[in-house]
């Protein structure tokens, strides 16, 4: 069974750093990518940075520039360094990742990230 651990989140100021990280284990098939989302209360979850086993990543524009994902294919992690962080940047992020010949998403418990002005 396929399980995703996420670390990292917390409490920073508005202009901090953090660092997430997920680590995914249990997968029989390949990670064809690995991600995070995010979702704030009240709004939709929406995608932050996604990045495939060829290392081609995508981001959301509003984290364009401050935040960087990047990925371990061998030891099937992931971890989104954040940098110049915003309140608007406040949520339960979540790591997702891709799996399988037929697609599927599986996904981390999520990891709070609060970031005070």
């Known amino acids: 069974q396929v399980q995703l651990v996420e670390s990292g989140g917390g409490l920073v100021q508005a202009g901090g750093s953090l660092r997430l990280s997920c680590a995914a284990s249990?997968?029989?098939?390949?990670?064809?990518?690995m991600g995070w989302y995010r979702q704030a209360p009240g709004k939709q979850r929406e995608l932050v940075a996604i990045?495939?086993?060829?290392?081609?990543?995508n981001y959301a524009d509003s984290v364009k520039g401050r935040f960087t994902i990047s990925r371990d294919n061998a030891k099937n992690t992931v971890s989104l360094q954040m940098n110049s962080l915003k309140p608007e940047d406040t949520a339960v992020y979540y790591c997702?990742?891709?799996?399988?010949?037929?697609?599927?998403?599986?996904w981390g418990q999520g990891t709070q990230v609060t970031v005070s002005s």
């Open positions: 997702n990742a891709v799996i399988g010949i037929i697609p599927y998403n599986y």
């Open positions: 249990g997968s029989r098939s390949s990670i064809l990518a």
């Open positions: 990045i495939n086993s060829g290392a081609s990543t």
